[in-house]
């Protein structure tokens, strides 16, 4: 057995743990000693790796439906319902100054906070700052599992990452092929392509495939197939 660092490896787990030393470090702050300046520069941090997360989604998104737009105009199929995307909707970007490498802060902090002379493993499960121990992943082993739901009629895929880098995606728009979708780092992912014309459906199929280093790893996930409507 082994002990996973208290920092996860992927940006959604990452994002999850500043958002919840953010809420509830300040209820702690006299008892370990954690100045205000510490505070501030958590949510500062925050702040800002929240903007990129979003950004980048948000670019993500336009550069896949940008995709998709293209291959419909150059491949087909001739009844696809082919309109532009919209461009992408960023979120506002903070106000104040950022500054770079914020797990450079949260992990000497952290660190910190365990060497404490008030520090309790119940601290440390409050903070959410003791790490599970796991097994090691067997990479050889590891296969995607996709589940869906839909957003404006298009379908949203989602998957865990399984302390992958990212997740490559195949998709089948009904011509019988697979071809490159998209490789994601976060574990959801919207597909934009355009969907079939008003009144009539079309079955499209993905399939998936983790990364690690740019390498595939494992297995093929199991075809998932799934019904649009224009």
């Known amino acids: ?27 702690y702050a006299a008892t370990l000693e954690i100045s205000a300046d510490d505070l501030a520069q958590l949510k500062i941090g925050l702040e800002g790796f929240d903007f990129s ?29 082919v309109i532009p995307p919209s461009p992408p909707i960023f979120p506002t970007a ?31 499960k409050a903070l ?14 590891l296969q995607p599992v996709l589940s869906i739901d839909f957003q404006g009629g298009h379908p949203v ?26 490789i994601q780092h976060s574990t959801n992912y919207q597909d934009n392509n355009p969907l079939p014309s008003f009144g ?7 399939r998936a495939i983790y990364r690690i280093r740019d390498l595939q790893v494992g297995h093929w996930s199991q075809i998932l197939e799934v019904s649009v409507k224009g």
């Open 128 to 141: 959410n700052i003791i790490a599970t121990p796991s097994s090691p992943v067997d990479i050889t082993t």
């Open 157 to 182: 895929l989602h998957w865990k990452s399984n302390h992958t880098d990212t997740l490559e995606i195949e998709a089948d728009h009904g011509t019988g092929v697979f071809s490159l979708l998209t």
């Open 200 to 206: 009539t459906a079309a079955l499209w199929k993905y």
């Open 1 to 27: 057995m082994t002990h996973n660092t208290a920092i996860p490896r992927d940006d959604a787990n990452k994002l999850v743990l500043l958002q919840h030393l953010n809420i509830n470090l300040p209820s």
């Open 53 to 81: 997360i979003k950004a980048q989604d948000a670019a993500n998104n336009y550069n896949n439906a940008l995709y998709a737009f293209k291959r419909a105009i150059r491949d087909g199929p001739s009844n696809a319902n």
């Open 94 to 124: 903070p106000t104040t100054a950022l500054y770079a490498n914020i797990f450079g802060f949260i992990s000497p902090l952290i660190s910190r906070i365990k060497k404490h002379k008030n520090y309790t493993e119940a601290i440390g």
